[in-house]
């Protein structure tokens, strides 16, 4: 594919400010995009599991609030507790590269045939497109997982399971934890067939197309404002006046950018890497 040639002028006139799709080596963008977000996850998933937990159960019979859950987890069921449905999970890195792809892509099919140039503008479209994309994707894994991550969770010390925990009813004895997602794959096809699935799937649409719309639109403000916290406090940040309910976000908000911006920078090809404002 020949690359977008930019003129000397142009580029002693003014540093590289945005990476655009034709600037970056696609095989080792989409690389190290998954080895960025399959590491995100795992950072991250034992905030998803207790968030999962504290939203389905019903008021306070299990856990008091997100360090009880943490605390009860890990002496009922191990650190293991902490990544129920994790590797389902991480199928959805799949997902996650048609997101970013279709953002990219989206974006240089605005700046090259409509003749686009407001970033804004750019980042509202493709991040509200790359949202649809993703969720089609993700939805059913999110299902699945979800399953997965209330099963087994202990009520108190007489070890038993909650009435909540395993909503298809399957015999969790003597089964590998292996084999317990194509248990909950069968059941939810059994009873619902490829719909169950999909379950919410609007309601997840209504909830992150706009979101990731209105997110990618103001993307260059939060990554000046992210590299400006970062010289100031550094991780601080990542705690200082949070709330336990705002720590998962806000976390991933920080981690997404500054990995985001870092591996565009890796993924540049060699011509550009002098051009690139760091």
Not at 65 to 94: M, S
Not at 204 to 224: D, E, H, K, N, R
Not at 242 to 255: C, D, H, I, P
Request: aromatic letters at 14%.
């Amino acid at each position: 594919m020949a690359l977008k040639q930019y003129t000397l002028e142009s580029v002693e006139s003014s540093r590289i400010l945005t990476i655009e799709w034709d600037m970056m080596d696609k095989s080792r963008f989409f690389t190290l995009n998954l080895v960025n977000s399959f590491f995100l996850r795992a950072s991250l998933y034992p905030f998803t599991v207790i968030k999962t937990r504290l939203q389905i159960q019903k008021r306070y019979n299990v856990y008091r609030g997100t360090y009880d859950a943490f605390k009860k987890i890990l002496n009922y069921e191990g650190i293991h507790g902490l990544y129920k449905g994790f590797w389902i999970n991480t199928i959805q890195l799949v997902s996650g590269l048609g997101y970013i792809t279709t953002y990219e892509k989206v974006r240089h099919i605005l700046t090259e045939y409509a003749n686009i140039k407001d970033k804004r503008v750019k980042g509202l479209i493709g991040g509200g497109c790359g949202s649809l994309v993703g969720q089609t994707i993700i939805t059913p894994f999110d299902v699945i997982s979800q399953h997965m991550m209330m099963m087994g969770q202990r009520n108190s010390s007489l070890i038993k399971l909650t009435e909540s925990s395993n909503t298809l009813n399957i015999d969790l004895n003597h089964k590998h934890r292996g084999t317990v997602a194509l248990s909950v794959v069968k059941e939810l096809y059994k009873r619902d067939g490829l719909k169950g699935f999909y379950r919410g799937y609007f309601a997840s649409l209504y909830t992150y197309v706009p979101g990731s719309a209105l997110w990618w639109m103001f993307y260059p403000l939060y990554s000046g404002t992210s590299s400006l916290l970062w010289k100031e406090e550094g991780l601080v940040i990542l705690t200082k006046r949070l709330s336990a309910r705002l720590l998962q976000s806000s976390m991933f908000s920080f981690l997404v950018v500054l990995g985001y911006e870092t591996l565009k920078r890796w993924s540049v090809y060699d011509q550009y890497k002098d051009q690139i404002r760091w």
